[in-house]
């Protein structure tokens, strides 16, 4: 596959990633990005001069068949595990379609990228790259029949230390916690994680902040059509079970993940259709 015209050399490349996997590169006046046909799975985002604002495990697999592990992998059709079929889905392992990119008047890049004719949706993906990063998930109902979704932009930020890094944004806001099954609601207002933590909260806020003192950075996390905020860091236990996961990386990441699950999931009427909008982007801590 060739970049679509001219004007995109040095902007948009299209190369060989790991494990043979193809890779759309992006590079901006202000970042760069690196995105996976598989899974459309952005596995780089960063802005010139700053640390990468997404994590990668160094353990991940890049495989056709598995999950990449680290980046924004894309959650749908169901979120968590599924008697018989694939955990999270089947959204993050297929192989996406680039069906179109431009140069935004600004000067940043758009991927639209593309899965069709799968189970009865019809999903578009666009990312855009600029001086930060906007991701726009749309799933269309293209059977006759209406049917229930879950979906999630599945986030793994980059930190310098869990220990150093908060969450703002859920204070009073409700949540299930998936590791006691018990509901609950958010009394801080800087949530700080010193153990596993999987967390589905009731969360349609339209903007969340990840402060890092350790980077001296706050990733602010803005979204819309969205009413599912998950928190996760699988801590010392979870990380050793986890073949595709170093055993002290869940010190450098924390996931926080918009989407809507369980209690949230959406039904879609034959022919409708639903847009799921995240936006990244950095500021320093002052
Ligand atoms: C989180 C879930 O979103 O993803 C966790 O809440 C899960 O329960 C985690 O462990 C990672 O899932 P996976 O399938 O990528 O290992």
């Not at 901006?28 to 997404?54: D, M, N, Q, R």
């Not at 600004?106 to 855009?128: A, C, K, M, Q, W």
């Not at 349609?204 to 996390?221: C, F, M, N, Q, W």
């Not at 450098?252 to 918009?258: L, T």
Request: hydrophobic share 35%; with cysteine; glycine share 8%.
């Amino acid at each position: 596959m060739e970049p679509h015209s001219a004007e995109f050399a040095g902007h948009l490349e299209v190369l060989p990633g790991k494990g043979g996997l193809t890779k759309l590169q992006v590079k901006t006046p202000w970042s760069t990005a690196e995105i996976y046909l598989h899974g459309a799975h952005v596995t780089h985002f960063g802005k010139a001069g700053e640390p990468p604002l997404l994590f990668m495990s160094e353990a991940s697999d890049f495989l056709p068949g598995k999950p990449i592990r680290g980046g924004i992998p894309v959650i749908f059709p169901w979120f968590g595990p599924r008697e018989g079929q694939p955990a999270h889905g089947f959204a993050r392992t297929r192989e996406w379609h680039l069906k179109e990119s431009h140069r935004t008047p600004e000067g940043g890049v758009t991927l639209d990228l593309n899965l069709s004719e799968l189970d009865g949706f019809d999903l578009d993906y666009r990312i855009t790259v600029s001086t930060s990063l906007s991701l726009e998930l749309t799933v269309r109902n293209s059977s006759a029949n209406g049917q229930t979704i879950e979906n999630c932009l599945h986030t793994y930020f980059a930190i310098a230390d869990i220990a150093t890094t908060a969450v703002t944004g859920l204070q009073g806001t409700s949540y299930f916690d998936k590791l006691t099954s018990h509901a609950s609601s958010e009394i801080s207002s800087a949530l700080r994680i010193d153990r596993e933590v999987d967390r589905i909260y009731d969360d349609s806020t339209p903007s969340l902040e990840v402060h890092d003192t350790g980077l001296a950075r706050k990733i602010v996390i803005s979204k819309s059509g969205s009413a599912s905020t998950v928190v996760w860091n699988p801590w010392i236990e979870k990380s050793k079970r986890m073949a595709d996961f170093g055993e002290d990386e869940y010190l450098r990441m924390i996931c926080v993940e918009s989407g809507n699950v369980a209690d949230r999931e959406i039904h879609l009427a034959p022919g409708s259709s639903h847009t799921l909008r995240v936006e990244l982007s950095s500021v320093g801590l002052t």
